[in-house]
């Protein structure tokens, strides 16, 4: 059985250093626990011998408090903090992937680990609040209380505050994992970055995401080779390209943007069929989810109910619908933006192969499919103009996330990639 960071692909040195926490935040915990016993039962004591092992909390101990895992998408920044937070909560502090510590944690099901995934563009003030409240009560498990915080560049600028506080002053057992792209101030405020170790994440190399398709997933080696090269580091993206064809499907469709680029009508027809394809993905991924917590609502509010009260608790449920529909379109936006991005950096893939067959440079093709297709380019653009068009789909990708209408921005980028 592999332990809880066998999943985290090509990061020996960071595993290193969550390992030596983990230990480190065991021995706090076996010291509080003697000092406990020794003390006897009198609450007072007990506090005291609380307060002797937070004591030991420094960084220079191994362990602290807040943490923030960086990295590339896909590099695994949320499979980093979970795995983290299992050999906190394993019995023996190293994440066996056994006891039922770890087992509970992966399977997102541990009392006292906390995970925020946000759904929408941002994670709000409220929902920041009630998380630092919770978090701040004694483990149930007699561990760590941890919160695990996926996308913390997607913080508000209150919720942040909210949380900040609680960084500031600690409640003794508690453990806060913050994820996000970078420690740029635009992904998380240099206040909470200042109380938090960093642990670097890189993006892993094609061989180690290969294998990792391989030992895990079953898949053909072959194919692992080929997707892995064609996600460009992204794990979980090479997975869904080496098992879903409507993935692989999709890609093509962005990979043949190069081609049909012949003109400005056909440079519109072509952001328009991107944007449309994002679209459609994004609806795929989240109307099921939406049905489903739609129809949970209603059943709860009680909808068809004709006795008395019903017609007060149909007013309070139209509120409450209202409050899931504004959810549920902000997780589309999302989506539909994820998946921009996704057929954004395929094609930015494409654009590199040019330049680096322009450039004679002695590295794969991140596309071994359209290789052949990208050295026609780059024969016909040089470096220079391969340049140009990759700086192009990069800066497209830049414009949406500075909030810039995805489709102004994919016609700019369409045009600039027939131009040159
Ligand atoms: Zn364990």
Same mark, same amino acid.
């Given at each position: ?6 999943d ?104 006292d ?65 913050l ?14 970055r ?66 049909? #680029? =012949?003109?400005?009508?056909? @440079?519109?027809? $072509? ?5 449309? &394809? +994002?679209? /459609?993905? !994004?609806? %795929?991924?989240?109307?099921?989810s ?6 949970s ?10 006795g ?5 608790a ?9 409050e ?11 989506a ?5 991005d996704?057929a ?6 494409f654009?590199?192969?040019? #330049? =680096?067959?322009?450039?004679? @440079?002695?590295v $794969? ?5 359209? &290789? +052949?297709? /990208?050295? !026609?380019? %780059? ?5 220079e ?36």
């Open positions: 059985m592999p332990d809880v960071f066998a985290l692909v090509g990061q020996d040195e960071a595993v290193v250093e969550l390992r030596r926490a983990a230990a480190a935040a065991a021995a706090v915990l076996r010291a509080g626990a003697t000092a406990l016993v020794a003390a006897g039962p009198v609450s007072g004591d007990a506090l005291a011998a609380d307060d002797a092992a937070t004591g030991a909390l420094d960084p220079s101990a191994g362990m602290t408090h807040a943490w923030i895992f960086t990295g590339p998408p896909g590099s695994g920044r949320s499979v980093a903090a979970r795995a983290f937070a299992a050999a906190l909560q394993c019995v023996h502090g190293t994440g066996c992937g056994e006891c039922p510590g770890c087992r509970t944690t992966m399977g997102g099901t541990h009392a680990v906390r995970l925020v995934v946000p759904e929408g563009l941002s994670i709000g003030v409220g929902e920041m609040r009630a998380l630092v409240l919770r978090a701040a009560s004694t483990p149930s498990g007699g561990r760590w209380q941890v919160v695990v915080i996926e996308d913390a560049d997607r913080l508000t600028e209150a919720a942040g505050n909210a949380l900040l506080k609680a960084i500031e002053e600690p409640p003794p057992r508690t453990v806060f994992l994820c996000a792209p970078s420690t740029h101030p635009d992904d998380i405020s240099v206040t909470i200042s109380r938090c170790r960093v642990v670097p994440l890189r993006q892993p190399p094609a061989t180690a995401v290969a294998e990792v398709l391989v030992r895990r997933d079953g898949i053909a080696p072959d194919v692992a080779q080929w997707a892995a090269a064609a996600a460009q580091g992204h794990v979980g993206r090479a997975r869904r390209l080496a098992r879903d064809p409507e993935a692989r499907k999709r890609r093509e469709a962005v990979l043949a943007v190069p081609r049909r #680029l =012949t003109g400005v009508g056909a @440079a519109f027809d $072509a952001a328009s069929a991107l944007i449309e &394809a +994002a679209e /459609a993905e !994004a609806e %795929a991924s989240v109307t099921e939406d049905t489903t917590e739609r129809a609502l209603e059943t709860a509010l009680g909808a068809g109910g004709t008395r009260g019903a017609s007060g149909i007013r309070g449920a139209a509120g409450q619908l209202k899931l529909e504004k959810r549920q379109k902000s997780r589309a936006t999302r539909q933006r994820d998946a921009l996704r954004l950096v395929d094609l930015a893939g654009y590199r192969d040019a #330049l =680096t067959m322009a450039l004679r @440079a002695p $794969a093709p991140v596309h071994t499919d359209t &290789a +052949a297709l /990208a050295g !026609a380019g %780059a024969q016909k653009w040089d470096a103009g391969s340049l140009r068009r990759l700086e192009a789909v990069l800066a497209c990708r830049a414009a949406i996330e500075a909030n810039v209408k995805p489709r102004i921005a994919v016609e700019a980028m369409m045009l600039a990639l027939w131009k040159g």
